[in-house]
């Protein structure tokens, strides 16, 4: 687990936290058009980013106490393409949960129960098959790497929100 494997699992974490907070924001951007002036606008926006940072950083926590109690094989090489799978279907779950909360909330225990297994189950094959496939690892390590890219931009844009936020403020 070195800086360049961290540095890129923090990115891998930021992306999806950042897609849906940018995609939520695009939701509600034609009604403050509307109502505001596209300094507002900007102001407005800025928030949601910055508490997307934040939730990032508290979503790295694990990811990184993780990185700390994986065997030595798997803190190397593997590290980053085990994070990157894990993260990205926890996500996907996320986003399953999210739109099915409806549906959810009439299930009982016998159902949250099956529901939970599926995902534990789904953690555990991703685990095991990231863990012993190197072509697999190689090929997630790969996406990671493009993926920062893109999240770096999104670490910019916070930035840019973190400076509005200040300039707005005080």
């Known amino acids: 687990m070195n800086r360049e ?6 990115l891998v974490v930021l992306f999806p936290v ?9 939701f509600k951007v034609p009604g403050w058009i509307v109502q505001m002036s596209m300094w507002d606008v900007a102001g407005t926006a800025a928030y949601p980013l910055a508490f997307a940072l934040l939730e990032s950083v508290i979503v790295f926590i694990p990811v990184v106490i993780l990185g700390l109690i994986l ?20 996500s996907i779950w996320v986003g399953i949960l999210h739109f099915s909360l409806g549906a959810l909330q009439a299930w009982g225990t016998v159902e949250l129960l099956l529901g939970l297994g599926a995902f534990l189950l789904s953690l555990v094959v991703v685990f095991v098959l990231v863990a012993r496939s190197e072509k697999l ?25 973190l400076i509005v936020i200040v300039v707005r403020n005080f």
Request: no cysteine.
């Open 5 to 10: 494997n961290l540095l890129l699992a923090f």
């Open 18 to 26: 950042h897609v849906w907070a940018i995609v939520n924001i695009f």
């Open 71 to 90: 065997p030595a094989s798997l803190r190397g090489d593997k590290f980053l393409p085990l994070i990157t799978a894990l993260v990205l279907l926890v």
């Open 137 to 161: 690892s190689s090929a997630i390590t790969a996406f990671a790497k493009r993926l920062a890219v893109l999240s770096a931009l999104y670490l910019l844009i916070d930035i840019f929100g």
